[in-house]
């Protein structure tokens, strides 16, 4: 009895096994890894690498937080508007939308700073401006600098500023050797001013195996 319990066993075994070969094989499973880390491909890629987009967006979010404090523009007493500008993508090989996304980070850290929380009233682009200048003005036209009953209003030109990039690439020895050169500014939209711009970030990169 026992020997026909092994032997069955063993059958089972080899149905099994038998059946394993016969299935296709599974590829290789997606594996999650940290934000942070670089992979094989990313390694061999002469675009500027995820994992320095990260610590790109933190640096200026840390920087934004620490100086907005001294800047007197952002301490009047009224919330500005940052309204979301322009880009200036001279990478030759980065999609520009890498670099608006990882603004929209910078954002999402800010917004988690009471500091910033306090100050600044946060516009997606130059189109929602007016919109919103449009609504807030009732009907009355484009012209931000007319005032309202209690003063300025909110989208006035002396209370809004632009949030925009400049991103540059050097490339030597055939796209052997890349270095990036990223940075974010604050600029007045009336005057112009640049009352504001992250400590440069710059990174050199080599393509890997």
Known sequence: MRMHRGVAAMAAMATVAGLSA????KGEQTRRVEITDTTKAERRSAQVQPAALVEFSDQVAQQL???L??????NS???????FGDIVNKTGIVPTSDFEAFRSRVRQKLLQSSVAR???????SRAKVEELRR???GGAGSDVNQAGANGPTPLSPEFTYFLDGEM????????EVNLYMMSFNLSNAQT???VWSNSPYEIKQTPGR
């Open 22 to 25: 016969c299935s296709p094989p």
């Open 65 to 67: 937080v620490e100086d």
């Open 69 to 74: 404090i001294a800047l007197p523009e952002f």
């Open 77 to 83: 007493g009224t919330k500005v508007n940052v309204v």
């Open 118 to 124: 306090n100050r600044i009233r946060w516009i997606e």
């Open 135 to 137: 609504q807030e003005l």
């Open 168 to 175: 540059y690439r050097v490339v030597r020895g055939n796209d």
């Open 192 to 194: 112009r001013e640049l």
